[in-house]
């Protein structure tokens, strides 16, 4: 229960920081804004970034997993 907790929490921030992004994108290209939509709710944006955020999530997973052998084989090496 409680990692599910922590992967929905860690779910929403990567999702803030894409919607961060897209509105730093905005202010930083204003000729873009016209083929932005203007709500910013479109619900096809909204599940691109659910992937993206998931899919980075995972990525994220598999690095700490690996980094502890990816560490050892370093340490052999010296």
Known sequence: MNR???WQSSQARRRNALHQAAKALKQTHAPLVSFLTASGHDPDVERQLEGMAWMTGQLEGQL?????VLTHHML???
């Open 76 to 78: 052999t090496l010296l």
């Open 64 to 68: 700490a997993d690996q980094l502890p």
């Open 4 to 6: 599910d907790k922590n």
